[in-house]
């Protein structure tokens, strides 16, 4: 896809998400969250780490908020004003959401940040020029830019550690935004993988790096458009949809007893994560 | 997978050949640009390695004792990534954030290469057959009650060889020492259950109860517990399970918890005693002498002195006598104290009070060999060696798998007392402090990269051998294994008994091919079963139960809680994060980097204070403050944390380090260093929280790096994180 082209056919590229006259197919990778099944721990982060080849920057860049963890856990208290926080704190691992109507894809000078077939925010390193406007527009702040050229930047992937290196996924030089990609190096891979089959990937086929090392279990990952996936079976029963800017069950007078929501969904990205809220007991 | 019919030593040669090829051409900023280097074409590939097809071969995770068993991602000779093995029962597929850094510790650039000995404050690199004749020359003479082995937990195979090589040297001082180990909470279970270590079984409670155990963190198995944390969640018969933690400062569970119960530092005993009096009133029926022996322990009482509300109390008997079973758990939190061993014989108490013995806590099972058994550290070993240093008992000390000059309290004077033994050897992954200390440092090879067996405390089912192999050739040709090292030292003392291995990998498959009846079927074929073991990573024998007993004591003494000290009045709470432990792994930038779950501070140490308490001392975030005990004082940046108790303070343990390497010396700072000298009265362990400090403000303020936002963790009013209330959810009906 050329940039002229893209220019030229921006109307229809934008057209293609999120409708119901272009479904998606065969693919529309998409996530749940279970909050409740969280437990803050940081292990999908440093797993992250290990599958995306993410520099670790030292102490002095991250006072400068310069980290590039693609995956992070939040920690919020709560807001009630008492002396402790006695019903604990909650964490929110927040990554890319994988936006529909991404605010990062319209305002790229150059197209690098654009949507793909099966449901991707994808981040093209080579076409990035570096304006960072997507990571102003992006709601999330799940995009991070190399101020530095970490493949020569000191102790950061000294002699024996560029070893460890992931080889499927490129190195990003200074100047290149960055996100979290659904280890699409491990989609893409799977892909090809079942093509010499005749078939598509069935559900647990592909895990992201961040669902396979989760010792809760609290990430879903999938195919939204397969009805066998857990993923679609966990949106469905918890009545969220993907194209709707606001839920028809948040709309029913007295909430609902349903826990699916999707962050800043007002806004209208359309984001592909769908979180499930931590609940905690009422008896005690 | 690759099938099992090729010999795996071969294979590891080949493999050899092709992890030295990629090592030049892999990614990364190579020289070939400038001629230094040659790309190395795959045209000829060796045979078993696919350019850009990964295999995966299984092995078992060494990051800390819990055994998971870990599948390795091998591409073109390099181990790139760490999964779970899905078949064991340990970690059914899953690892920890500690456990993904292991590549950190194999890649590590500051890893010891080569035998280095003693010459003035520098180390010189010797040979390996110098280093062995120097160890050889240096015993020579000394009675065996002189030489003593200081190490970290140690199981399987290799122990059985370090046992054979003490036997030789005729010596029975082998001490085992981990830093943060319940071992209080083993000698109360063993008195209250017959076993150190029974099964926990949270995913079958309907209420876990916990007084301080990080299970979900850095506490005995936490891959496993978070696995049937997850269960618990979701529910026994459709009722979501209910957790309740007791500490004085939060931990990583306490943050997942429904009701987190802030008590004054030490009360943990009383209130447990209060429960049981508590679950009395609601109508349990309690056994004469427990009656007898809660009576003093009314709400009132139990309130007045723990600042847990009789409010809370009562709500928490009601819902532990409605919801059964449930399960009580206890931690470094409750040991911690002088009367640790009475907290924890309290809070079984209540267990056993509650019928949950032998529902969700089961016998465990015993390893059925014994040599291979894990040998589980404790801090009164430290004690020992340090009396058995400062009174010149010993002439040869080794240490492995341990470091404590770092995890010391200075006040025991260990460093100093290492002096005066003759002869020092560290078997070490890098020169941290106690490597520093030593006469002769001997460099081991990663985990990835040796031979062995591991053998968990922590046995969920059955009893799981977890195997060790090599992911890729060493990448230091001067590094060796443990096993190896010590069968080349039991060869200079016993000679015939071992010439028929040449090297550990054959005692290794001969000890585990004599077993094999025990394993498996005996007909098998050796080299079928041999290869079936390293394909699969783990072994899973039966082992015969322990047997479970239960047995009431209500001889019971607890402490009034202690008064303020007028000139230390807070409590130190040296707290046990879950990917730092004791700080042997702080050489690992994965780790530093990834922010603690609570304060999301990186790459620091920090001291957690109640924000109502920084008010009135006036400190603000990012206050440098001096932390005083009686031993030392420390400055850390000051973070205001609500999840503690106001007289209590809390420092992380794990940084601090002098040494070790660019990513862990001069980060933080280390709380053992000012630990005061108290022990457990009845097992002699280190009182890790009953050390007493004073804060002062040093007049400089840093920003503290962390991970939480300008907004400091609040929402204002946006949904982000939310919170249902289990009345308002039907999880029944979700998938």
């Not at chain 1, 449901?119 to 406007?133: A, D, E, P």
């Not at chain 1, 190096?185 to 647990?204: P, S, Y």
């Not at chain 1, 800017?245 to 994560?273: A, C, F, H, N």
């Not at chain 2, 943990?268 to 679950?279: K, P, Q, R, S, T």
Request: with cysteine; hydrophobic share 35%; proline share 5%.
């Amino acid at each position: 896809m050329s940039v002229s082209n893209l220019l030229e056919n921006w109307a229809e590229f934008r057209h293609t998400h999120p409708v119901d006259d272009v479904p998606h197919d065969p693919y529309k990778w998409a996530m749940s969250i279970d909050l409740d099944a969280c437990s803050g721990c940081n292990a999908c982060s440093i797993a992250c780490y290990a599958e995306n080849n993410i520099p670790v920057v030292g102490k002095d860049k991250f006072e400068h908020g310069q980290v590039m963890h693609w995956m992070r856990i939040e920690r919020y208290w709560p807001e009630d004003g008492r002396e402790f926080p006695d019903q604990g704190a909650t964490f929110l691992p927040m990554m890319c959401q994988q936006c529909e109507a991404a605010p990062c894809e319209t305002v790229c000078p150059v197209g690098a940040t654009n949507h793909t077939a099966d449901g991707l925010n994808s981040q093209i390193y080579n076409r990035c020029v570096g304006s960072r406007y997507c990571s102003a527009n992006c709601p999330f702040k799940v995009r991070y830019f190399n101020w530095y050229d970490y493949p020569t930047t000191e102790n950061v992937w000294p002699a024996e550690m560029t070893q460890q290196l992931n080889p499927d996924i490129t190195l990003r030089g200074k100047g290149v935004m960055e996100k979290c990609t659904f280890c699409v190096q491990r989609i893409r891979a799977g892909e090809r993988a079942v093509k010499n089959e005749g078939r598509i990937l069935r559900d647990g086929e592909v895990q992201t790096a961040c669902q396979q090392v989760c010792p809760t279990g609290a990430i879903t990952f999938g195919n939204l458009v397969d009805p066998e996936s857990k993923v679609h079976q966990k949106w469905k029963a918890q009545q969220v949809e993907l194209t709707a800017d606001e839920q028809e069950k948040d709309k029913e007078e007295g909430g609902t007893d349903l826990r699916g929501y999707r962050i800043l969904e007002e806004l209208r990205p359309y984001p592909s994560v769908m979180y499930m809220e931590r609940v905690r007991e009422s008896a005690i | 997978m690759i099938d099992n019919n090729f010999d795996r030593r071969d294979f590891l040669k080949v493999l050899g050949w092709g992890g030295a090829a990629v090592a030049l051409s892999g990614c990364g900023n190579t020289s070939v640009e400038d001629g230094k280097e040659t790309v190395v074409s795959y045209v000829e590939a060796a045979e078993y390695v696919a350019p850009g097809i990964s295999v995966y071969f299984n092995s078992t995770c060494a990051q800390c004792d819990a055994g998971c068993s870990i599948s390795g991602r091998v591409r073109e000779g390099r181990v790139l990534k760490l999964e779970g093995n899905p078949d064991s029962v340990i970690n059914r597929g899953k690892m920890c954030g500690l456990g993904q850094a292991g590549v950190q510790h194999h890649y590590n650039p500051d890893r010891v290469r080569e035998p280095l000995l003693r010459s003035g404050d520098r180390g010189e690199a010797i040979t390996w057959d110098k280093a062995y004749a120097l160890i050889a020359e240096k015993l020579n003479g000394v009675s065996g009650d002189q030489i003593d082995f200081l190490t970290g937990t140690v199981s399987g195979h290799t122990k059985a060889l370090l046992g054979n090589y003490l036997e030789s040297l005729g010596s029975k001082n082998h001490f085992v020492y981990e830093a943060v180990s319940p071992a209080v909470q083993r000698a109360a279970n063993m008195k209250s259950y017959g076993m150190e270590m029974p099964r926990f079984n949270i995913n079958k409670a309907k209420v876990v109860l916990s007084f301080g155990a990080d299970f979900l963190g850095a506490w005995v198995s936490p891959v496993h517990f978070s696995q049937q944390y997850a269960e618990f969640r979701k529910g026994v018969d459709g009722q979501r399970g209910v957790l309740v933690q007791v500490e004085s400062k939060m931990t990583l569970t306490g943050a997942n918890a429904d009701r987190w119960l802030v008590v004054r530092p030490g009360t943990e005993g009383i209130l447990a005693m209060g429960v049981i009096n508590a679950l009395g009133v609601a109508g349990l029926s309690l056994s004469a002498d427990v009656a007898a022996a809660v009576k003093p322990y009314d709400k009132e009482r139990v309130s007045k002195d723990t600042g847990v509300s009789t409010e809370s109390l009562v709500k928490l008997a009601a819902l532990l006598k409605d919801r059964t079973p449930s399960l009580v758990l206890l931690g470094s939190a409750a040991e911690g104290y002088a009367h640790g061993s009475q907290n924890a014989a309290a809070i079984n108490l209540l267990n056993q009070v509650l019928g949950n013995v032998g529902k969700t806590l089961e016998a465990s099972a015993a390893v059925p060999f014994p040599q291979i058994a894990p040998t589980i550290g404790n801090t009164a070993a430290l004690r020992m060696v340090n009396n058995r240093l400062a009174d010149g008992q010993i002439k040869v000390l080794f240490t492995y798998g341990t470091n404590p000059v770092f995890t010391a309290p200075s006040e025991m004077k260990f460093k100093e007392n290492l002096g005066k033994a003759n002869f020092r050897v560290a078997f070490a992954h890098y020169l941290d402090e106690t490597a520093l200390q030593a006469d002769l440092v001997l460099p081991l090879d990663s985990a990835l990269e040796d031979w062995g067996t591991l053998v968990a405390e922590y046995q969920p089912e059955g009893v799981q051998i977890s195997v060790q192999q090599p992911l890729m050739e060493k990448l230091h040709p001067e590094t060796r294994g443990m096993g190896e090292i010590l069968l080349s030292l039991v060869k200079q003392r016993q000679p015939e008994s071992y010439k028929a291995f040449d090297d550990y990998y054959a005692y290794l498959r001969t000890a585990m091919l004599k077993n094999k009846s025990e394993f498996a079927n005996s007909a098998m074929d050796d080299d079928v079963f041999w290869n079936g073991v390293l394909s699969a990573g783990i072994i899973n024998v039966g082992g015969n139960l322990n047997k479970l007993s239960s047995k009431l004591s209500t001889n019971i003494q607890l402490p009034a809680p202690a008064e303020q000290d007028a000139k230390y009045p807070f409590t130190l709470i040296p707290s046990v994060t879950a990917n730092l432990r004791d700080g042997r792994h702080a050489n690992q930038p994965w780790l530093q980097e990834s922010p603690d779950p609570l304060t999301t501070i990186v790459w620091d140490s920090w001291v957690e204070i109640h924000p109502k308490k920084a008010a009135e001392l006036g400190i603000v975030e990012g206050d440098i403050i001096a932390i005083e005990s009686k031993n030392g004082t420390i400055n850390a940046q000051a973070y205001l944390f609500p999840g503690i108790h106001p007289d209590a303070v809390s420092i992380p343990l794990g940084r601090g380090h002098e040494a070790m390497g660019r990513y862990a010396k001069g980060y933080g700072v280390n709380p053992f260093q000012i630990l005061d000298r108290v022990f457990d009265g009845e097992t002699g362990e280190l009182a890790m929280h009953e050390t007493k400090v004073k804060l002062s403000k040093v007049g400089k303020r840093v920003i503290v790096v962390k991970d939480e936002g300008f907004a400091g963790g609040a929402q204002h009013g946006k949904k982000i994180a939310m919170t249902k209330s289990s009345d308002q959810v039907d999880l029944s009906e979700e998938v």
